[in-house]
């Protein structure tokens, strides 16, 4: 019986099964939350009339797919315990439901669990803690998901200027993430332009460091220099208080002359980096592989979603920080390994 | 009784509004979906055929532009919306009738704001009058 | 028309766990609906005990044709499919009202049984005039790639396809490929090892190359495609099943007038001491305007080779990857020096060449260099694999794959794929996992053997067709055809059901299966109650 | 082909006002490629009539009916059994159509739902062009191919006017000037010398102020002994 248990039911994990299934190879899906569709799953869809490509409904697409399939097994509210066995015919020991076990034979596991947003409270100086105003991306993505707006928390009213801050935990040695989180460039542009559409009379501010859109046609610049209610300040805040009118106020160094400038917000987004998810660890042990220098899982140089160990393959942001679709790839590349190591059935 | 009919794509608005239903999110029961397999599918006859039929509005239901399966589907069914809409301008029943939506298919909640929307026109511009006669 | 009669299952659970519609009026209701010859209530259609039930209750009752009355049609829909199969009808012969999603859990009580009982009369009325589409059941798929492609990108979608047990032909348009290849290596051995193993799948006896070629001609159904090739002046033919696009530019750090970069040594042998590297975006305008760790390795390979030597990058975004972060430091450490510009330097004179830009805080710069080295990008040709293929290409001039919906790496013609490259600062593993993620799509349609051809696809009347060729104008995939009666074709192995022919025809000649114009407005017309 | 537009709603529903059974004739060639006359076209015309008769009380009982070249006296000979009991028809053909119609039921009353418009072709999906005037006397070996009556706004034999900017014409931005087209067509053809020559003045007589025109191919025309000996059907 040779099924692929793929760890994680998130765009990584969906899209080695679908993959999988439409080679007629069965896979079982572990899932740890109740619904399928992991992080990308409550994530909000940022166009009003035109697509701005954010992919995000990738992963509604891939959750029915997942369901309408007869080779795709998924198992809700499910943990993976322990793995025994070797490559080939692995057994896996898992909490269904918070009490039963159950035992899954599979030859290949996919692990695709995923990576965890940088939590913002950490970085104190951002206000995340006080301010109510001060918001992640995250906070952003489940409102526009729940409600298709936006609105300020403090006065639950539509924002009239909205900052954006990059790099919020990531290319930051004091919380040990020294590497660029890849995802955040793409997914605050995209925010900003899906609050451009929702509300035309909101403007936006958005602080950077280095503009890393990884695909040529996302032109940031293009798109902010063709609408006048955007501002690009290359400059990474220094702080953000609460000013007097309650409003957060982003303290920043000005690009034009060597002054600190002030500039208060309706709200601000911090547009917060991944990081591993704090069960990596323990995971990297249950499953025998080795991590890399920042806790994600490790793919040696030049193999793309194989792992240190035969027999286990990794998916998704568990193996570092990518975008939505770079995970749906990473899926396709493990399911193809995956078969490669099987023998080639499919 | 509001008669709105919606022809959906049923893509990312068929997955919207089943995602509706799982996440029990209430709307009009006036409002009437059929699934066809791209908005480009339907054709200026349709519409305005519902129309005679007795509908008070009629809503055609497609992808964000730029995200169709079909590649331009949502754009070739906005062509045929904005015909229609001018041809009831002409007949006196008036282009407000008609609307084109786009949905993705995370976005359960605009069927409700859709549905919301086409009610509150059909309030304001009044029943069909065809139905009206009948 | 349906002669044996419409069957109606109404599933116990199609009304939610806490039942508000009431499944035995709905039972009744449709029991008199015109036309459907047998309504039965089942107990969780897609249990096991459930599908055995209905599958016996359609070939006792000799009806064609069914509706199931459930939950949403989406994850139910290959299910039904087998029953359909499994009970002897046509895999199409049914249609679902999902009156648990859109009735019994978004209305209340009275509306939402009224609505359930619309959708049973719609799906009723529709299926009714449903006719038997030409399914051809399985076409052949040749289990063998074309790749069409010079440089490593091409290589590593062929050992991907290869690893999976097909076969490969590598259609190189040139003979070597000139210049380096555009993609970041973490350091040499890594080159090194992507080279042999590129070398190694060359000698694989499942992959024949072929170099020197041009595609003349492509016909044929996806699954079984036909080449010709003309290989310096000889016609070749080549059959395969899919076909991989990768077109890779080459990058190369050039001297103003063209040539390669020196080496460290030769810097010193003609004196040049201070080296500028300017991305190609600043002077040309292509590629990137950014500072890629590309010109950063290079300028530590000097660095290390000859410490005289004073190297200075300049661009308007740092570009890096996680273990590149560390790169950029270790350069500022080993006095590479790196400026940021925004938009166009001015570059005068020669050797020694002036440039001259504002920094927003410095003010005017100027820097005097020895050699000034450009990043420049080789696009590939990609305008002739774009028309034998009729695959459009995108204002950047790359091929244009579909990337909405779940499509990336597929292009509007089916069987075709296109593996495409980021200019920027593509990491050899981002390459590897296009690579990898685009063969995957090619061995997804033809790991099966077969492919499914037919279904709910578009047909033409040939005697209402006047021919105006509207239809190949607006087909997103150019599936239909002008055929020798000089009247439009549909080919079925192309035509993906969007519909956009039927609703443009102006004869009217065009119908699709399974959404025909009258089961449209059969619909609309239960819809709105005005069905007897 | 003969490109031809719909009248505006209004003035049709003008013209029908009065009459109880229409008819709505369609024809399945020029008119349907430049969809303004075809199956579809004859459809949304008919559901829009019926939502005016309905709506206004106009008491239409509409009917559609398609030809397949309805300026063929035997494809509109099939009509007869749809024309019974109606009084008129609203031709969606070219006026030769309309025309053809009128002639073979002269007690129904034909309406035009057409403007016939020129002889062109299309530019693109849904964008029809005028290229030829039917002058009946041709001159483009002269112009390299590209008729200066046709698309020439002032018809000049030997243009250009110089009122063009920018390549276009001064009467309408979206025409291209006929004669600078012509030139770059010549200078393509290597044959920039015919413009060294004046076309001389045209005759008219040819063209429409000839009186309308009757085109013979003796060679098809059945003599009166073989129309005898056929039993009279032409």
């Known amino acids: 019986m040779n099924r692929v248990a793929i760890i994680g039911g998130g765009v990584a994990g969906l899209s080695a099964a679908i993959s999988l299934e439409r080679r007629g190879v069965p896979s079982i899906i572990v899932e740890r939350e109740e619904a399928l569709g992991g992080l990308c799953g409550e994530l909000g869809c940022k166009g009003v009339e035109r697509c701005v490509r954010c992919d995000v409904c990738l992963a509604r697409d891939m959750v029915a797919q997942a369901r309408s399939s007869p080779l795709i097994e998924r198992l809700g509210r499910a943990e993976l315990r322990s793995v025994s066995g070797q490559p080939g015919d692995f057994r896996l020991a898992i909490r269904v439901g918070g009490q039963g076990h159950r035992l899954v034979r599979a030859a290949v596991i996919v692990c695709a669990t995923g990576g965890e947003p940088f939590d913002a409270h950490l970085d104190k100086r951002l206000g995340y803690d006080e301010l109510a105003d001060v918001v992640t991306s995250l906070d952003l993505e489940r409102q526009l998901s729940a409600e298709g707006r936006f609105l300020v928390p403090s006065t639950s009213a539509p924002p009239k200027k909205v900052a954006f801050i990059l790099c919020v935990g990531s290319r930051d040695e004091r919380f040990n993430t020294s590497y660029c989180s890849k995802a955040c460039c793409k997914y605050s542009f995209k925010l900003a332009q899906g609050l451009r559409a929702i509300d035309p009379g909101c403007a936006i501010t958005i602080f950077f460091m280095d503009w890393r859109l990884y695909d040529p046609r996302e032109n940031v610049r293009a798109w902010a220099s063709g609408d006048s209610g955007v501002r690009l300040v290359r400059s990474r805040p220094a702080e953000v208080l609460l000013g007097e009118d309650s409003r957060p106020e982003v303290r920043f160094a000005s690009e034009k002359d060597a002054i600190v400038e002030v500039e208060a917000f309706d709200a601000v987004v911090l547009s917060v980096g991944l990081r591993p998810a704090r069960s990596a660890a323990e995971l990297a042990r249950t499953l025998q592989v080795e991590t890399d220098a920042h806790g994600f899982l490790r793919s040696p140089k030049g193999e793309p979603c194989a792992s240190t160990r035969p027999g286990v393959f990794l998916a998704g942001t568990c193996r570092g920080p990518k975008e939505i679709v770079e995970c749906v790839k990473d899926g396709a590349e493990a399911a193809s390994k995956a078969i490669a190591f099987m023998g080639g059935v499919g | 009784m509001m008669r709105i009919l919606a022809f959906c794509c049923e893509r990312g608005p068929g997955e919207a509004i089943d995602l509706a239903g799982e996440k029990r999110m209430r709307y009009p029961a006036d409002l009437t979906l059929i699934q066809v397999p791209c908005a480009g599918r339907v054709d200026v006859a349709h519409l305005l055929k519902a129309f005679r039929e007795g509908a008070d509005a009629v809503v055609l239901v497609g992808c964000l532009e730029g995200n169709c399966h079909h590649i331009y589907g949502n754009i070739e069914g906005r062509k045929k919306v904005d015909r229609a809409k001018q041809i009831l301008d002409e007949v006196g029943l008036g282009g407000q009738r008609l609307e084109m939506f786009h949905v993705a298919s995370n976005q359960p909640f605009r069927i409700a704001e859709l549905a919301a929307e086409m009610a509150s026109r059909v309030e304001r511009l009044g029943p069909n009058p065809l139905a009206v006669k009948e | 028309m349906s002669d044996g009669g419409i069957g109606v299952f109404i599933c116990s659970w199609g009304s939610g766990k806490d039942p508000k519609l009431d499944m035995d009026g709905l039972l009744s209701f449709a029991s008199g609906i015109e036309g459907v010859a047998l309504v039965k209530m089942i107990d969780r259609i897609c249990s096991k005990p459930g599908q055995k039930e209905m599958i016996a209750a359609i070939k006792g009752s000799g009806t064609d044709r069914f509706v199931v009355v459930a939950c949403s049609a989406r994850t139910k829909r290959k299910l039904y499919r087998h029953i359909a199969t499994s009970s002897g009808l046509h895999p199409l012969a049914f249609e679902v009202a999902s009156v ?246 001015k570059v005068e004179g020669h050797a020694p060449t002036v440039i001259t830009w504002r920094d927003p805080l410095l003010g005017d710069m100027r820097l005097q260099a020895d050699l000034l080295l450009l990043d420049t990008v080789l696009t590939p040709e990609v305008q002739s694999l774009a028309k034998a293929f009729d695959v459009p290409v995108d204002e950047k001039g790359e091929l244009l794959s579909i990337d909405s919906r779940l499509r990336p790496g597929e292009t509007v013609r089916k069987g075709v794929f296109a593996a495409r490259f980021r200019v920027g600062n593509m990491l050899y593993e981002d390459m590897a996992l296009e690579a990898g993620s685009v063969a995957a799509r090619a061995l997804e349609m033809l790991s099966m053997g077969t492919l499914e051809v037919g279904g709910a696809v578009a047909e033409v009347d040939q005697e209402k067709c006047s021919a105006c060729l509207g239809c190949l104008r607006v087909c997103p995939y150019s599936a239909p055809m002008i055929g020798q009666a000089g009247k439009a074709e549909v080919r079925m192995e192309l035509c993906q059901g969007c519909g956009a022919c039927v609703a443009l025809c102006p004869s009217r000649a065009i119908d699709i299966y399974c959404f025909s114009d009258s089961q449209i407005v059969a619909q609309s017309r239960a819809a709105l109650g005005k069905v007897r | 082909m003969i490109i031809g537009e719909q009248k505006r709603l209004e003035e049709i529903s003008g013209m029908l006002d009065g009459h109880r059974g229409i008819l709505i004739a369609g024809c399945r060639s020029c008119v349907a490629i430049c969809l303004a006359g075809g199956e579809k076209e004859v459809a949304v015309m008919a559901e829009s009539l019926r939502l005016i008769s309905s709506l206004r009380g106009k008491g239409w009982e509409i009917e559609e009916a398609m030809v397949e070249r309805q300026c063929e006296k035997e494809w509109v000979a099939e009509l007869r059994p749809r024309i019974e009991g109606k009084d008129c028809v609203l031709s969606l053909a070219c006026g030769v159509g309309a025309q053809t119609v009128q002639a073979m039921y002269p007690r129904v009353r034909v309406l035009p739902g057409l403007n016939t418009s020129n002889m062109g072709a299309p530019e693109e999906s849904g964008i029809f062009v005028e290229k030829c005037g039917g002058c009946g006397d041709c001159v483009l070996h002269l112009t390299g191919g590209i008729c200066p009556i046709a698309r020439c706004a002032k018809s000049l034999l030997n243009g250009p006017c110089g009122g063009s900017q920018g390549g276009k014409c001064e009467v309408s931005p979206d025409t291209p000037c006929a004669w600078e087209e012509i030139y770059h067509s010549l200078e393509s053809l290597g044959r920039l010398d015919l413009l060294e020559e004046p076309i001389p003045p045209k005759s008219w007589l040819p063209a429409r102020d000839g009186g309308p025109r009757r085109i013979v191919r003796k060679e098809a025309v059945l003599t009166e002994e073989q129309k005898r000996l056929k039993g009279g059907k032409a």
């Open chain 3, 100 to 345: 648990r999603e859109q009735a019994a859990f978004v209305h209340e009580g009275p509306e939402a049984q009224r609505k359930a009982e619309t959708l049973v009369r719609m799906a009723v009325e529709k299926v009714r005039l449903w006719v038997e589409p030409p399914f051809e059941e399985e076409m052949p798929a040749l289990r063998n790639v074309a790749v069409l492609g010079d440089g490593l990108m091409a290589m590593a979608v062929a050992n991907e396809i290869m690893a999976q047990g097909l076969t490969v032909d590598l259609v190189m348009s040139g003979g070597s490929p000139k210049g380096s290849p555009p993609y970041i290596f973490s350091n040499q051995d890594e080159m090194d090892r992507a080279l042999r193993s590129m070398a190694e799948a060359s000698s694989d006896p499942r992959m024949t190359t072929i170099k020197n070629a041009s595609v003349l001609d492509f016909q044929g159904p996806p699954g079984d495609f036909g080449l010709v090739l003309d290989v310096a002046g000889e016609m070749v033919p080549l059959r395969c099943g899919a076909v991989v696009l990768a077109p890779e530019p080459r990058m190369e750090l050039r001297t103003i007038d063209g040539s390669p970069a020196p080496s460290a040594q030769e810097l010193i042998a003609r004196g040049l001491r201070r080296i500028v590297i300017l991305p190609s975006g600043a002077s040309s305008g292509i590629g990137c305007s950014c500072m890629t760790p590309r010109g950063t390795l290079y300028a530590l390979s000097l660095v290390d080779a000859a410490p005289g030597i004073e190297v200075s990058l300049m661009g308007r975004e740092a570009r890096a990857m996680d273990w590149m972060e560390g790169l950029q430091r270790l350069a500022q450490e080993k006095g590479i020096r790196f400026f940021r510009i925004d938009g166009e330097p």
